[in-house]
Nanobody
């Protein structure tokens, strides 16, 4: 089970850190990812990270502003979001998949990030 937290209202240019904790399962074995879905839009991949914090991927729209990281001892993945823009407003979801799986298999409940002045 994945539990995401850390969303909220922030002004443009501000920062937020999202957290997602996994209960049950072998966290260290999973590829972890963050996705987002804005109103009226399709869900998009934001970032993902391999089990050893290597093989990180970022969407072009967030590269250089967002950083994904993980703490395997705490079964938690983070998304540090800096220089936030109004277009970053969305519900953010964390997800997990086994390395050999093509698609993400487990999803958190989502946390709302609103960037507005």
């Amino acid at each position: 089970q994945l539990q995401a937290s850390g969303g909220g209202l922030v002004q443009p240019g501000g920062s937020l850190r999202l957290s997602c904790a996994l209960s049950g399962g072998s966290f260290i074995a999973y590829v972890m990812g963050w996705f987002r879905q804005a109103p009226g839009e399709e869900r998009e991949s934001v970032a993902r990270i391999g089990w050893n914090s290597g093989n990180s991927y970022y969407a072009a729209s967030v590269k250089g502003r967002f950083t994904i990281s993980r703490d395997n001892a705490k079964n938690t993945v983070y998304l540090q979001m800096n220089s936030l823009k109004p277009e970053d407003t969305a519900v953010y979801y964390c997800a997990a998949r086994r390395p050999q799986a093509r698609d993400f298999e487990s999803w958190g409940q989502g946390t709302l990030v609103t960037v507005s002045s």
